[in-house]
Nanobody, 115 residues
């Protein structure tokens, strides 16, 4: 079993920054293609940023240049540094780990960008 626990969300003003963290535990085969998704109210869950299995990083167009994904594999942590936040970034952010043909998800952390 795999457990993912996100933290770091909160309320921030437009233009502000937040750093999300995701701690992985349990039977983890590989962290090489972990990523961050988000789901805004009334919308489908979408990919924000992810490591790829071939060693690259992918960012959605909506976050490119503002968000940075990073990881600390020995600590089993991934992070999402979010700068210049916009109201449209308001969403629940989820950590994702693809493994054994399926997907593991955390419980999510709420990010609200509002003045």
């Amino acid at each position: 079993q795999v457990q993912l626990v996100e933290s770091g969300g909160g309320l921030v003003q437009p233009g502000g920054s937040l750093r999300l963290s995701c701690e992985a535990s349990g039977r983890i085969v590989s962290m090489y293609d972990m990523g961050w998704y988000r789901q805004a109210p009334g919308k489908q869950r979408e990919l924000a940023a992810t490591f790829t299995s071939d060693g690259d990083i992918y960012y959605s167009d909506s976050v490119k240049g503002r968000f940075t994904i990073s990881r600390d594999i020995p600590k089993k942590m991934i992070y999402l540094q979010m700068n210049n936040l916009k109201p449209e970034d308001t969403a629940v952010y989820y950590c994702n780990l693809p493994q054994n043909g399926g997907n593991f998800w955390g419980q999510g952390t709420q990010v609200t960008v509002s003045s």
